[in-house]
């Protein structure tokens, strides 16, 4: 994990192993924007993709990608009593 993270990037990650405890353990270590246990390469597209640290800003896809396009807002509005 120290090695992988000795790194300026952190697109994506992989972890291979047999044991669930160590992927958990290791996905949190990791300082990518994607982590693969036992696999490499697969997207969902309501996942968000993006990377750490100078592998980019912000997430494409899902979501988390569509945020950087919309604001939010709050409307409160007080109606007569007759309406309600």
């Known amino acids: 994990v120290e090695r ?4 300026v990037y952190g697109l994506a990650s992989a972890v291979l192993t047999h044991d669930l405890d160590i992927a958990m353990k290791m996905s949190q270590q990791l300082r990518a924007g994607s982590v693969w246990v036992n696999c490499y ?17 912000g997430r494409e896809l899902g979501e988390y990608g569509l945020q950087q396009y919309s604001e939010v807002k709050t ?10």
Do not use: E
């Not at 992988?4 to 790194?7: K, P, W």
């Not at 390469?41 to 800003?57: L, M, N, R």
């Not at 409307?75 to 309600?84: G, Q």
């Open 4 to 7: 992988a993270n000795n790194s």
């Open 41 to 57: 390469d697969i997207f969902a597209t309501q996942a968000p993709f993006g990377g750490y640290k100078q592998s980019g800003t």
């Open 75 to 84: 409307v409160t509005i007080r109606l007569s009593s007759k309406n309600s």
